[in-house]
Each structure stands twice: as C-alpha cells, then as structure tokens.
C-alpha cells in the first residue's frame, strides 16, 4: 500500500438508521403543527406489544362496521382522516365479517404496515393499515379497504 492511499477503517462508518416522522393529521390545520402539539415518536420498548394490540383494533374496526361500536371509541388511536376512512366502508362491510390472517411488517423502528384478510360473506377482502407509534401508543394513520 502506498503512502497516497488511505484505509477507511469499518468502526468509523456510521450506518445510517431510519426513525419516523409521525404523520400530520389532514384532518387538523397549521396550528397542530407547532413544536409544543406534535406528537413525539417512540420506541419499540415503549409500545404495547404489536401483534396483540393490532388485532383488537382490526376487531373494533369490524365492530364499527357492524354498528356495535362507535366511531368514537377508535379516537384515541386513530387520526380522523383515518376514520373518516373506516366510516366510508360502513356500508360495505355490514355483513357478517371474519379475521381470516394479519400479516405485520415492520419497515422502521415505529411503524408497523398490516394487512388483514377477511371473509366478508363468500367474499375475501384485503384490510390495510398504517401504525405509528407516537407518545407512546399506536396511532392508525391509514387504513384502506380493498
């Protein structure tokens, strides 16, 4: 090796690691966007354990849908563009409605992205939702009916 080159040591190499950005609310105006009302990000260690939490939301979603539920009752954990998202599939998935498999995957440390099929009478229909976990508990920040 020559004094010209130089040796680039692994230690010094800093990875690059992805943190969330929690979603803005469309559903708010500019003023939720000041520092002392945005939400703040949190660790995995500081969420309610995924899996879990995950498919007893999907299980409220589907009891929104049949009625036996208020859309008020998902507040705390969605954002309300997102549920103004599980209010326009009311209509579309009243009927007698079954969790077949949740799938869960985990771009980032924070977000989790989960699809969910379900058996909406003789049909199969695919659920897509977005969590983020922000002030410690996941928020839905999307949700999408297929």
Same mark, same amino acid.
Request: proline share 4%; net charge positive.
């Given at each position: ?59 409220? #979603?589907? /009891? !929104?849908?049949?009625?036996? @539920?208020? +859309? ?7 954002? *309300? ?29 924070? #977000?989790? /992205? !989960?699809?969910?099929?379900? @058996?909406? +009478? ?7 939702? *977005? ?16």
């Amino acid at each position: 090796m020559t004094n010209n080159q130089t040796v680039i040591s692994t230690e010094k190499v800093l990875k690059n690691k992805l943190y969330l950005v929690p979603a803005v609310d469309k559903e708010f105006g500019i003023e939720w966007l000041h520092p002392k009302f945005s939400p703040i990000p949190s660790g995995l260690s500081e969420l309610p354990e995924v899996s879990r939490w995950c498919e007893s939301f999907v299980i409220r #979603v589907i /009891e !929104v849908w049949s009625g036996r @539920r208020s +859309i008020s009752q998902l507040s705390g954990n969605c954002h *309300r563009s997102a549920q103004k998202q599980i209010l326009e599939h009311v209509s579309a998935a009243t009927q007698k409605c079954q969790i077949r498999k949740i799938y869960l995957n985990q771009p980032i440390e924070g #977000v989790v /992205e !989960v699809t969910v099929t379900l @058996r909406v +009478i003789d049909r199969v229909r695919s659920l897509s939702l *977005r969590l983020e976990g922000v002030d410690k508990r996941w928020i839905c920040t999307d949700l999408n009916l297929i």
